[in-house]
């Protein structure tokens, strides 16, 4: 029998303190406590870490939503300040990879990573040349003698980090891959007496306990139909974070990639298919095994968000700003050089081979791109 580890032991303590612990709290120990969670203790997305987003495939992702962000840039009339807010960044992947395809907007372009991890937010200052966030965010002016104070702009692209979403208002936008399947999220089960909350007891086991007014209440308006023994999230975190995100672009759009479903589908399937761990590149244990050493995710429920203006598969989103240029490039590319065989022929090799795995419509191509734009 392997010892419990600190995650499942801080669980325990609270639980032989408090009673039975609600699932959001154990996964927001297990994922993000300060010490022992999984991405303060070594866990992260890349091909040395545990699992593989689509920035981790390769450099194409970044530079088609680099394509993206050029796109909403002129739709708002080519602002600057021009400020992007990538949360759930990570080590800096993506921010380095749309920053190295030079969009035409990076002049203008203000990149805020925002990461919970003071580990990874360390990381990506080795990634990335950064700049103190009130030099980013703040007001920006030069004093001309006879004009006085008035906005600096061209001065982009300026790169800061910070561990939650900025509190002023600007206009842009904030884009999120993979985060809201990472959130703490409730667990609930329907019974013949009604909906019952999942917890977890100081033996780390399940317990059942009758939900609360305002969640049964919840539940009900989401899955109205659910039989007994049939369980869904409620992802009262991830649609506060779509609201944080709206509170804070004063005018611009909101993109998030993610897996999703809804309620009701998810309410038909075994939660262990809709609630997955990971951990060294393949299936992690069970959700409550190894608290703090795999990652614990959650399908994203799409109609407990704010209505997204749009929803297509994140094939349908690179398709649509131009990832068919980039590949015929490439192809054009690898065609020249093929016989050379050198490091710029494979590279161009491998973009197509990155074309592939990102737009594949059983893999990554599959996840779903939600937008909202903001009018201010």
Known sequence: MTAPTRVAELVAERARRLGPIPFDEVVELALYHPEHGFYSSGGAAGRTGDFLTSPEVGPLFGAVLANALDDWWRELGEPDP???????????????????????????????????????????????????????????????????????????????????????????????????????????????????????????????????????????????????????PLQRQATAWVRSAFAVVDRGHIAVVDYASTTSEMAQRPWTEWVRTYRAHGPGAAPLDDLGEQDITCEVAVDQLPAPDRNRSQTEFLTAHRLAAHLAEAKRAWTERAHIGDLEALKHRNRLSEGQAISDPAGLGAFRVLEWKVEG
């Open 82 to 232: 021009y400020v992007v807010v990538e949360a759930g960044a990570g080590a800096g992947t993506l921010a380095r990879h749309v920053l190295d395809a030079g969009p035409q907007c990076l002049r203008a372009l203000r990149y805020v990573l925002v990461e919970r991890s003071e580990r990874l937010r360390d990381a990506q200052h080795s990634h990335l040349p950064m700049e103190p966030a009130r030099q980013v965010l703040g007001p920006a002016v030069v004093t001309d003698p006879d004009e006085g104070p008035h906005p600096q702009t061209g001065i982009g692209p300026l790169v800061t980090s910070l561990p939650d979403l900025p509190q002023r208002p600007f206009v842009g936008a904030v884009v999120a891959n993979e985060l809201l399947d990472n959130l703490p999220f409730d667990l609930v089960e329907r019974t013949e007496l009604g909906w019952a909350e999942v917890r977890v007891d100081d033996e780390i086991r399940e317990v059942l306990v009758p939900a609360a007014h305002d969640l049964a209440l919840h539940a009900e308006r989401l899955a109205p139909d659910a039989s007994p023994g049939e369980r869904i």
